[in-house]
């Protein structure tokens, strides 16, 4: 297992545009989380799985974004019209329920033009 | 509610001893984590502490106490592939991690 992946690395989109990532976790990780970071900034929590279940999304969360598990493995996270101010990168990290440390992804860098 | 606190940046020279501060506030503890991330890559962890004192790990160590909301990481012999943000990170809540918005070391020769 090479970790945590996620596809694509980078994507640019026009405004208004939909877009879909992609994150394939640890394969005995059965916690799954999203978080999103601008330049300067620490990750900011967007939501997490446990399996396929979906225990936690953040208030800042627009509804815009969505993000499914559907088998407990990988995940999607979409992001509706998007708007420039959705330009950063999205990282998805991995663990196991217990566990103390969570895996990052190399993450997916989304530029809104 | 949580709230994370970290110098914004810190330059520190090749060879020395750099301490980066973090100080929480959190609706119950359940440890505090360090990360490193280097410019344009993922976080990578770095230490855990739910108990109070110091936890070494090389030339890395953490320090916690939780009755003052505080802990500090300890880079010593700094290289320069030091030179990074060094993140702090509380789980709080429901939410499982929620990060302070990172300490940018320089290392300079």
């Known amino acids: 297992d090479t970790g945590v992946s996620q596809d694509p690395r980078h994507k640019i989109t026009k405004r208004g545009q939909n877009v879909t990532f992609r994150c394939d976790p640890i394969s005995e990780h059965n916690r799954l989380y999203w978080y999103r970071q601008t330049l300067g900034q620490g990750p900011e929590f967007l939501t997490y799985?446990?399996?396929?279940?979906?225990?936690?999304k953040s208030r800042l969360l627009s509804d815009r974004f969505s993000a499914e598990r559907p088998k407990g493995s990988f995940s999607t996270l979409e992001i509706q019209r998007t708007e420039q101010g959705d330009s950063a990168m999205y990282l998805c990290?991995?663990?196991?329920?217990?566990?103390?440390?969570?895996?990052f992804g190399q993450g997916t860098r989304l530029t809104v033009v | 509610g949580q709230n994370i606190d970290q110098p914004t940046e810190m330059t520190a020279t090749e060879g020395a001893i750099v301490q980066i501060n973090c100080t929480y506030q959190?609706?119950?503890?359940?440890?505090l984590f360090w990360y490193q991330q280097h410019a344009g890559e993922a976080p990578t962890f770095l230490s855990y502490n739910v108990l109070d004192g110091l936890e070494e790990k090389g030339r890395f160590s953490s320090f916690l106490s939780r009755s003052k909301g505080y802990s500090y990481l300890l880079l010593k012999e700094l290289q320069m592939k030091d030179s990074a943000s060094y993140l702090c990170?509380?789980?709080?809540?429901?939410?499982?991690?929620?990060f302070g918005k990172g300490t940018r070391l320089s290392v300079i020769a």
């Open positions: 959190t609706s119950g503890f359940n440890g």
């Open positions: 799985f446990q399996n396929e279940a979906q225990l936690e």
């Open positions: 990170a509380v789980p709080s809540g429901n939410t499982p991690l929620v």
């Open positions: 990290a991995s663990s196991q329920m217990g566990g103390t440390e969570a895996f």
